[in-house]
């Protein structure tokens, strides 16, 4: 087969757009964290290390990973991770997941960032809101 028999004969009903999620997760379908909500904030972390001080090295990342590491630079919530992603919500909690457990991404609830920043930040807040309008 060809790479354009694919688009020549690409399915009205969407099956093949679950393909690629599926690929993307190796076939996992939740996420194994629960703890992560469409308003929970990401950051990636710089220069991380295991608990001995040595430079943590990813696993193997798919692009989709690197994507997410980058977008993650500044302060993320899932919710617009996702939409900046154009993946499903469920697809990219699993890739968060991956990459909080490997130590490369942080993830906190939005009130313990807010409290430490003495109230809800109001351009956050309507980044979020964004963010889901665009879902």
């Not at 996420?31 to 990813?58: H, K, M, N, Q, W």
């Not at 939409?83 to 909690?93: F, Y």
């Amino acid at each position: 087969m060809n790479a354009h028999w694919a688009d020549e004969y690409e399915d009205d009903d969407g099956a093949d757009s679950m393909v690629r999620p599926y690929t993307i997760t190796r076939g996992r379908t939740a996420p194994e964290r629960d703890d992560l909500t469409l308003i929970t904030l990401l950051t990636s972390v710089p220069g991380p290390v295991d608990a001995f001080g040595a430079p943590v090295r990813p696993g193997r990342l798919q692009p989709e990973h690197r994507m997410i590491l980058d977008r993650c630079r500044t302060p993320a919530a899932v919710a617009e991770v996702a939409a900046d992603l154009d993946l499903p919500v469920s697809v990219t909690k699993i890739l968060l997941g991956d990459l909080v457990e490997q130590g490369l991404l942080s993830a906190r609830a939005p009130i313990s960032v807010a409290r430490a920043a003495g109230g809800a930040d109001r351009g956050l807040l309507a980044a979020v809101r964004e963010g889901l309008r665009r879902l």
